[in-house]
């Protein structure tokens, strides 16, 4: 690695020196690099842009370099020199998590030097709950230890928050005060914190004023006794105030910036530049919201809480960097879910009307890509690039109305490149493959309009002669993915009771995949959103509530030759209503409210409205419920994509051969 030597140099005392995928408001980069802007990026400059996933951890001592990777084992495989690096597959047997490692690193540490192990981490991009995890860790390890080291062998107890810690002390986080962040030391032509102007969002698409979206907050300040509530995920505070931005966030619609409320002022900490359109000035105003520097919200914060020792600060630690949280003495720290996750969850009727439109004219991109790309393989015959496939098929998404960018970068991987699951193509790249009508191609792609976020997975074929198991692969994906979407389920059902049904079909085949099965999908906002999920994963237990959407995309994945993904986006409905009924913040009208034997029970409708390509289908391992259900789900994709396309078009033929019943045997 290019920047190894002058990285060792600096060490300033560590004995250990972290560098996580974070971005400065405490949140590790949503997958696909959805939520990380370039110069926070240390990461992805110390890799020399090897390595473009998210969920990534360096770990780099005096005499080894560690990395740990989730959901990346293939990539990483690939990418990474052995002769630097050591792969720590997160998550497979008797691989230990980040925590865990570091402490036990400590233990052998302490019990080998007598003080303890220093790590160091800069407060700004590294997670508060991070923070106390590690702490947590290195406290319960150190019950373990045996102090058989003289009283002034080890350093005084460190401390968190204000508290001291029990002794022994065997590992301590060192934030390097006063000291530069390594990185930032040899980052040459580091970009600046970027100053894109906030655009409003219009109340059309947002659905709910800033002043009640504070009202709300207030009145749940009031039941938990805070007196000043925390916002440092970006997309959280781009939902308070109703507005978005392009440029600060590669494909996320969000500004850099903070935002407090308390009982009797609104705040937003970010460069004035970003508030200089007029538009905004006035919107911001007119809510009652004042701007201050970006550079004072930690301060603020200081002095909000040293100003009354009864004043508490409502802070969601796993949504917040460390150097927010650290500020903040244990005794007034409410640390719980803040109050917007749930209210940005549950899509009022405003915000799912706005989805509905987006997967809509989605579709019908697609279409016109699919017939693009079809004629050229099989009329022209030319095998094109990853890189214009992806070119092509954001050129028809930039066609539709309210289109601003994609909702992450392109997934076109071609072959094996398949099965690389967040694989991006790049010309020059030595992964970079050409589609023909040999090899699948898998594409996972989206789009941010003005008024909702798509994100799709397709994987299509374009031979004669697909083999046997590629098809009962792609079969029985298909049918994970039919599995979950014709649940009904009792509300407050946590996530991962679902995702078995996604696997079923895989499992039946002695076969799995090792992502999850579904993420939230912010409106108009992030396409990777909490707080709930479909996975094996159970330690997210967020229940599943009306309004909600999520995505589906179970897969399959043979490294080496191919991945298969099928995705589609899902909203959380009654199970008595139709598909269109609105929804608002997760409540019914209590004449719609149905319930059985006192529980009321729920169901999803599809957002996305793109064809699943026939084909490639077993029909012999397709159940005729399943196969009703692909009919019924083409029949509603052309009823409401049809009328977007031009009629005997390429787009509208592709459209009509695609939603055709399929054959049955």
Known sequence: MRARGRFCGPILGQCAIIVLSCVAHGRVVSFRLTTIFVCFHCVLFLASHKIFSNATFFFHSRDKTTVCKTRYFNE???????????????????????????????????????????????????????????????????????????????????????????????????????????????????PE??????????????????????????????????????????????????????????????????????????ILYCDEQKVQPNEVSVHLKEANVTVKPYDQFV??????????????????TTRSNYAVSRVIPTSSLIDSQNPITPMKACKNPAEMEGMRRAHIVDGAAMANFMAWLE????????????????????????????????????????GSNGAIVHYRAAEGSELLKYLDRTQPILIDSGGQY???????????????????????????????NIGVDSMIFPENTPGFVLDVFARKSLWEAGKDYGHGTGHGVGAALNVHEGPHSISPRWANKEVLKLGMVTSNEPGFYDDGNFGIRIENLLEIVDVNSSDTDATSNGEEPPEKKQKTEGKKFLKFAKLTMIPIQKNLINVDLMTESELDWLDTYHDEVFRKVSPLLEKDSPAMNWLIKSCAKIERK
Not at 396 to 409: I, K, N
Not at 457 to 467: D, L, Q, V
């Open 299 to 316: 301060s603020d914060i200081q002095s909000h809480v040293s100003s009354n020792k009864r004043n508490k600060v409502w802070l969601d």
């Open 193 to 266: 914190l970027p100053k894109n102007p906030f655009r409003v969002q219009p109340l059309k698409y947002a659905g709910v004023t800033v002043a009640d979206k504070v009202e709300k907050i207030r009145s749940e300040m009031t039941d938990k006794k805070a007196t000043l509530t925390v916002f440092g995920a970006l997309d959280d505070v781009a939902y308070l105030f109703n507005v978005r931005c392009m440029g600060d966030v590669e494909t996320c619609p969000v500004g850099i910036a903070y935002a407090t409320v308390s009982h009797d002022e609104v």
């Open 375 to 414: 004629h050229t393989l099989l009329v022209e015959g030319r095998s094109v690039s990853e890189v214009e496939i992806d070119e092509v098929l954001t050129g028809y998404r930039a066609q539709q109305p309210g289109f601003y960018e994609v909702s992450f970068p392109t997934i076109a991987g071609v």
């Open 76 to 190: 990483a495989s690939l990418r990474l020199d052995p002769k630097h690096w050591t792969l720590m597959k997160q998550g497979q047997p008797k691989v230990p998590t980040i925590t865990k490692f570091l402490s036990n690193l400590a233990t052998e540490h302490y019990k080998s030097q007598g003080v303890p192990l220093k790590v160091g981490i800069d407060p700004y991009v590294h997670s508060a709950s991070f923070a106390k995890d590690l702490t947590e860790a290195f406290e319960k390890a150190a019950r373990d230890v045996e102090a058989d080291h003289a009283d002034g062998a080890a350093e005084p107890a460190a401390t968190l928050n204000g508290d001291v810690a029990k002794s022994p002390v065997i590992g301590v986080i060192d934030t390097l005060e006063g000291k530069p962040n390594l990185v930032d030391s040899i980052w040459d032509g580091r």
């Open 450 to 480: 003005e008024y909702g976020t798509t994100d799709v997975t397709r994987t299509w074929h374009f031979g004669e002669n697909p083999s046997e198991e590629f098809k009962e692969m792609y079969t029985r994906v298909l049918k994970g």
